[in-house]
């Protein structure tokens, strides 16, 4: 069964902005805090922002002020507003339950490329 769809991405100028969403599987989304990632070409996937259940949220420093994690319970989905991009955000991104056993063995959706340009 597909788990994970991202969309929203594409190709926007320096400064632009850009809303991802995420549609979770009930079984990945109920209960746990949900997280959006990014890898560059060549480079590790990174966290970029994390949000509880509760609605607690954590940013990573490159994205914070710029960058707003939500999440609809009822819709069992997690969305990223992204101000002010730059072209260092140029990756995929990936949501996930924000989880070691997940983040390790879960399946990762195919993830929506995100092109700055300057």
């Known amino acids: 069964q597909v788990q994970l769809v991202e969309s929203g991405g594409g190709l926007v100028q320096s400064g632009g902005s850009l809303t991802l969403s995420c549609a979770a599987s009930r079984t990945i989304f109920s209960g746990n805090t949900m997280g959006w990632f990014r890898q560059a070409p060549g480079k590790e996937r990174d966290m970029v922002a994390t949000?509880?259940?509760?609605?607690?949220?954590n940013y990573a420093d490159s994205v914070k002020g710029r960058f707003t994690i939500s999440r609809d319970n009822a819709k069992n989905t997690v969305s990223l507003q992204m101000n002010s991009l730059k072209p260092e955000d140029t990756a995929v991104y990936f949501c996930n339950a924000a989880h070691n056993f997940y983040l390790r063995y879960g399946q990762w959706g195919q993830g929506t490329q995100v092109t700055v340009s300057s």
């Open positions: 949000i509880t259940s509760g609605g607690s949220v």
